[in-house]
């Protein structure tokens, strides 16, 4: 029978051993709770794939920039505010006619979180960290991507010590759009390699 | 990989719960402080991660991040499994403690 006489509040076994973690360091002086409040909060609501977006448009207009993105990704990011955790060593590799770029994590799910945000559940996934290197081609049919066979597909492992993301190529048609109309054109996916920017 | 990958929406939140966003937070923190690298991290959580290990789905991705976590910090001496089992208990007195609408804090642990 149910128990109407038990606790007002339970904590789930995960939430105490995460309050159990972060009451140990406190107490050491290791982290302060204001600091893990203001990460969750930039995690939640100031990092994702819109930043990303807003590098890809700009490199889009902007070739100088676009140069600038290529020899030093953190710098060119951070010109448009975007930084922080899991964006030390970001690297941008540029989508052309002869080359697609697919990134990958195959040790666990290292991603350039300011531009992207936190990885999407299949990136994290077993499957994809092993097919993505194994047959790429076929990894991209899969979410829809068919490219030319002359198309050369490089696959970027990300690693801690370097986190990738792929500047996709302009689509064709968007002459007249201003660097906010490409920006709401370029996903999330796009700047993983699992996808295309098409035209409105 | 979900069987129909192009259906993904474009922005799927992170976290299920809020414990997985302080876990990640207090990782970033402890980084940030020089207590771990990046580089130490990615090698505890990818032998987790490891495929076989590691289930398709993602279900225990968040699972994984925790437990090593806990085992970085244990390897160092920082945070030492039975002080971590410990202060989880009391944690938990202190909720089952606790009316509602009340903040949780450790001091309303009964056994304190």
């Known amino acids: ?61 902007d070739p100088d920039y676009a140069a600038r993105l290529r020899s030093d990704a953190v710098s060119a990011v951070a010109e448009l505010g975007y930084g922080g955790a899991g964006g030390e060593h970001m ?25 992207l945000g936190l990885p999407p559940v299949w990136y994290k996934s077993p499957p994809y960290r092993a097919r993505a290197v194994k047959e790429p081609r076929k990894v991209l049919e899969e979410f829809g991507v068919k490219l030319p066979k002359e198309t050369k597909i490089r696959v970027r492992d990300s690693t801690s010590e370097v986190r990738y993301m792929v500047v996709p190529q302009r ?30 | 990989m979900p069987s129909n990958p192009t259906s993904t929406p474009p922005d799927t939140p992170p976290f299920d719960a809020p414990w997985q966003a302080q876990a990640v937070a207090l990782t970033v923190a402890l980084i940030d402080a020089g207590v771990f690298t990046w580089a130490d991290w990615g090698q505890a959580f990818g032998r987790r991660r490891a495929p076989g ?23 160092r001496a920082l945070a030492l499994a039975d002080a971590v089992r410990e202060t989880a208990s009391a944690w938990r007195r202190a909720a089952a403690a606790t009316p509602h609408g009340t903040p949780i804090r450790l001091e309303n642990d009964p056994h304190r």
């Open chain 1, 91 to 115: 690297r941008a590799v540029f989508n052309d006619a002869q080359t697609h770029n697919l990134i990958v994590c195959t040790l666990c799910s290292c991603y350039p979180w300011p531009v």
């Open chain 2, 53 to 75: 290990h590691a289930r398709d789905d993602g279900a225990d991705y968040y699972d994984h991040w925790l437990e090593t976590l806990e085992e970085v910090l244990a390897a």
């Open chain 1, 1 to 61: 029978m149910h128990d109407h006489d038990h606790a007002d509040n339970e904590m789930d076994e995960m939430t105490a051993r995460v309050r159990a973690l972060e009451t140990i360091l406190t107490e050491k002086g290791l982290v302060d709770p204001t600091t893990i409040d203001t990460i969750v909060e930039a995690m939640e609501t100031r990092i994702g794939p819109r930043n990303g977006a807003r590098v890809v448009a700009r490199a889009w207009v």
């Open chain 1, 171 to 200: 689509p064709a048609g968007t002459e007249g759009l201003d660097e906010e109309a490409l920006a709401a054109l370029v996903t999330r996916d796009s700047m993983i390699g699992t996808a295309l920017v098409s035209a409105p």
